[in-house]
């Protein structure tokens, strides 16, 4: 394998399992979305990936709420879905109920921000649109998807991967460099904090099956994605506690860099 060939391996293997975590967490309501997840070679390409960066990263420091990757497989995933198909979609209403924003477990980054004033979140969700339209990208109106969830969130760093990869494949060195910054930078401040967090508490309310093994593999790629980005574990931030939401994700100490009391 040429150096090119190695230097690009990992980039796409993270490329392909952040499309898996997007298309994976759809609601299964759009069961055409979820199309993808039946295809062969989508299954093997993840399962591949999955691999190489598990082989890559398998002595790591774990920040809290993060996962080893050698723990984890998208084929226990897929194997999951092909048991629970007829099953699934109450399930994920099991989990996430029938509202906008989930009560039990919240797939949506604003709802694990301890700033609950309203016109700090509006410039959080302000700042996340605009990554998304510097890269010429906006969020389809029928997609059902806020700007902050999970969903958009993973399809955004799948395409940052994707343009990265791209102009490291043509020799764009500067291209590549501006998507790379881009994708630390919104790891940095709009995935990496809350993820972790939002795994450890799905892990925790998902049945044994297709949605904790989801929760397995987000927390993994997480991880690898930071060590990738060279951050360390992050810090926990305060959770405000004024619905049970926000008390029982402060009560399991699941926010990254600190440990269960």
Known sequence: MDAKKLELSPLLARRELWLLVSVASVDPYYRQRLGLLEDPAFRQRTTQAAALLAAENSTIVLGHGEVAPKEVSPATLFAALDTERATIEATYRQIFG????????????IEYEPNADIAYRSQRMADIAA?????GLQVSTQAGERLDHIVVEAEFLYVLLAKEAAALEVGNKEAAEVCREARRKFFQEHVGWWLPAFSRLLSRVAPPGYYRELAGLTAALSAVERISLK???FQARVIPKPSGVEAEVGRLGCVSGQQDS
């Open 98 to 109: 029938l509202t906008a924003v989930a009560q039990q477990c919240p797939f949506c980054e």
């Open 131 to 135: 990554f998304y339209n510097a890269f």
């Open 231 to 233: 951050l360390p574990p």
